[in-house]
């Protein structure tokens, strides 16, 4: 977690940029996202719903300046691809646990800026509506579609995943790629998840799920870093998903762990933080900058000692005849 004193030492870089990129309006919609992600943390020493949703509507803008559109793992299936195609690579086999060659309408769960639903849409036959609970990502992601020229394939919608603004039974395939541990901040709501997805559902229909998940709690200096970086703790993404979808009535067809192939994520981060190193202390300061370089060197460890990244296909039940 940034110190408050950090934030203030970073902010001069950091707002001056997004004037010039963004004018007065960008630089509005960043100080009310730091203060809506950070005062929770402060004040209850946790996150929310809400302050997860402001976090995303922080970090997007420079997200893509330094790592692209995609914001999941790169999936590094023979170990030579490059982390575009690593990204792309991960996008396709969720959409390949999902069953999309047989579905009309696919819903992408915390979609992200749509990049993974603009590679799908030029791939498969079908709609996609995504859901994303980041007012900013939801603004950014309809501008992408909308250059892509896709408005009339994809529809971008601001909302929760733990309450879906949408009919029983109305969708053929479910995405998740890696955002269950970013919109369950609480145990409760991982079975609260479960049943919205088994609820738009249609009978017989599949989701292709993948998150990063923890086998036991990190250290206190590990969890440092993880907070740092990823936004929580390694301890709050301890589940057993497979578990959870059986339970509630789903068929797990297909369980990979494809943690091994995603170390090379860390590689490229930490890369190109290294490559940019002066464009990164102008933004945020040295001290942040520091900061971040050595948590970004501590978490490929981490990963490797509690980590497991689960890729999978469920099916919901059938209609009964």
């Not at 996150?47 to 803008?61: C, E, H, P, W």
């Not at 609970?133 to 394939?153: F, K, Y």
């Not at 970013?182 to 145990?187: L, Y």
């Not at 709690?217 to 870093?225: K, M, V, W």
């Amino acid at each position: 977690m940034i110190r408050r004193k950090q934030i203030l030492a970073a902010s001069g870089g950091f707002l001056t940029e997004t004037w010039r990129e963004s004018g007065l309006a960008g630089c509005a919609r960043t100080i009310l996202a730091a203060i809506r992600m950070h005062l929770p943390v402060i004040t209850l020493g946790r996150r929310t719903n809400a302050s997860v949703g402001a976090y995303f509507d922080l970090i997007t803008r420079d997200a893509r300046m330094f790592y692209g559109d995609s914001f999941h793992f790169g999936y590094f299936r023979r170990g030579d691809e490059t982390f575009e195609e690593a990204l792309n690579n991960h996008t396709d086999i969720v959409a390949d646990m999902a069953r999309l060659d047989r579905a009309q309408r696919v819903l992408d769960i915390g979609c992200g800026i749509c990049a993974p639903a603009i590679r799908i849409a030029n791939r498969h036959n079908c709609h996609i509506t995504g859901i994303n609970i980041s007012a900013e990502q939801v603004r950014q992601g309809r501008g992408l579609v909308a250059h892509h020229g896709l408005a009339d394939r994809i529809s971008v919608v601001e909302g929760s995943a733990l309450d879906l603004p949408f009919e029983d039974a109305s969708f053929d395939s479910v995405l998740c790629i890696e955002v269950a541990g970013d919109i369950c901040v609480k145990d409760a709501q991982k079975s609260c998840l479960m049943e919205e997805i088994r609820r738009v559902l249609k009978p017989g229909g599949t989701v292709g799920f993948s998150d990063l998940v923890f086998r036991a709690a990190p250290a206190r200096d590990e969890e440092r870093a993880m907070r740092a970086i990823l936004y929580h703790d390694g301890a709050e993404l301890i589940t057993d998903w497979p578990g959870l979808f059986t339970a509630h009535g789903f068929e797990v067809s297909r369980c990979e762990d494809i943690i091994g192939q995603t170390m090379k994520t860390w590689d490229h981060s930490l890369a190109v933080y290294e490559e940019r190193a002066e464009e990164v202390e102008r933004r945020y300061g040295r001290s942040i900058a520091r900061r971040t370089m050595a948590h970004l060197r501590m978490l490929p460890a981490i990963m490797e000692k509690y980590g497991s990244f689960v890729v999978m296909s469920a099916c919901s039940p059938a209609a009964k005849a």
